[in-house]
């Protein structure tokens, strides 16, 4: 695995963690998910930011 690699699925470790962490601690509410569906639906160019990015990663498949 090279150091992108690394880097990327440490981050995914790292929110993944951080999620359970915040469902324990405070419900679902304080996840990442919850509230970037709810910041979403006062900021629209979030999705399709997130849209983006995600065919930035998987579009050269």
């Known amino acids: 695995m090279n150091t992108t690699q690394t ?6 470790v790292i ?4 999620d359970v962490y915040a469902v ?3 419900g679902l509410k304080n996840t990442i998910s919850w509230q ?3 910041l979403s639906k006062e900021y629209p160019i ?6 983006m990015l995600a065919g930035h990663f998987f579009g050269q498949m």
């Not at 880097?7 to 995914?12: C, G, I, N, S």
């Not at 929110?15 to 951080?18: E, T, V």
């Not at 979030?46 to 849209?51: C, N, S, W």
């Open 7 to 12: 880097v990327m699925a440490l981050t995914v």
């Open 24 to 26: 324990l601690k405070g």
């Open 46 to 51: 979030i999705p399709f930011l997130l849209g």
């Open 36 to 38: 970037t569906t709810e």
């Open 15 to 18: 929110l993944l963690g951080y």
